[in-house]
């Protein structure tokens, strides 16, 4: 029975990632105008809650293997399930809010609100690149201790940030810049590639036996910590970028 307990866990993983994305698709983007007869293309509220899904999918992700160490249970079929419900919550559900945001960069376009728009498809590229990822990581017994590539639940949670972000930000900067079409191509096309690269990645799990990682794993939280005070939600991609150079510094001692 207790078995099933870390199982029950990943499923509400899917669960989440089930909302978010139903949460993503409803948000729609909609076309209003002002008193000034300006053209103002907003997303409604609800992906707000697409970006709140994902993370409590996280929490469970990281629950579950939590949960299992604890109780001292493994099997084949958690780590399938564990697979799957990946590939839902951090590669399909981020993919609809990419796809969102595509539509407001290329709002511009007579075409660019319409689901059938040629244009969008991109954003599909990011679970196609994360089903790939988890099924070579689900046979490759060399993973124990570290990730080949980019695990995809960090590039869900880097996706799901970018709403908050688009909203909260003070600099203007930002927001332009996720007004970009060709930020949101070239976006799609990085995360794809870290995700498939067979580039060694640091994995808590192999914080055990590697004593010397732990120091620069606490400077990346540290970075998040405090970036959050000054930068609020843009300590994540912060984060995420401090811990793919603390990967690709300490590359050899990660494999050892």
Not at 79 to 90: E, G, I, P, R, T
Not at 103 to 113: I, Y
Request: proline letters at 5%; glycine letters at 6%; hydrophobic letters at 55%.
């Amino acid at each position: 029975m207790k078995q099933q307990i870390p199982n029950f866990i990943t499923l509400l993983n899917l669960f989440f990632g089930c909302l978010a994305i139903m949460s993503a698709f409803q948000a729609g983007a909609f076309v209003s105008i002002d008193e000034s007869a300006t053209t103002i293309i907003q997303i409604p509220e609800p992906i707000f809650y697409a970006s709140l899904y994902i993370g409590l999918a996280g929490l469970m992700d990281f629950f579950d293997g939590f949960v299992a160490r604890l109780l001292k249970v493994s099997s084949d079929m958690g780590k399938q399930l564990d697979s799957l419900a990946d590939v839902v919550s951090f590669g399909v559900a981020p993919a609809f809010i990419v796809l969102q945001f595509l539509r407001l960069a290329l709002a511009k376009d007579v075409n660019a609100l319409s689901e059938n728009s040629f244009g969008l498809f991109a954003a599909f590229l990011i679970p196609m690149a994360g089903a790939y990822r988890l099924a070579r990581f689900n046979i490759d017994t060399e993973q124990t201790t570290y990730f080949k590539g980019v695990p995809i639940p960090m590039i869900g949670i880097l996706t799901a940030a970018f709403p908050l972000i688009y909203w909260q930000a003070q600099a203007s900067f930002f927001t332009k810049l996720m007004l970009s079409p060709l930020f949101w191509y070239c976006y799609i096309i990085i995360v794809s590639i870290l995700m498939v690269m067979k580039t060694p990645m640091l994995a808590l799990k192999g914080l055990g036996k590697k004593k010397q990682l732990i120091l620069p794993l606490v400077l990346v939280v540290l970075e998040v910590l405090v970036t959050s005070v000054f930068f609020k939600w843009l300590a994540i991609p912060f984060g995420f970028i401090g811990y793919c150079l603390v990967s690709l510094l300490y590359k050899k001692t990660i494999t050892q």
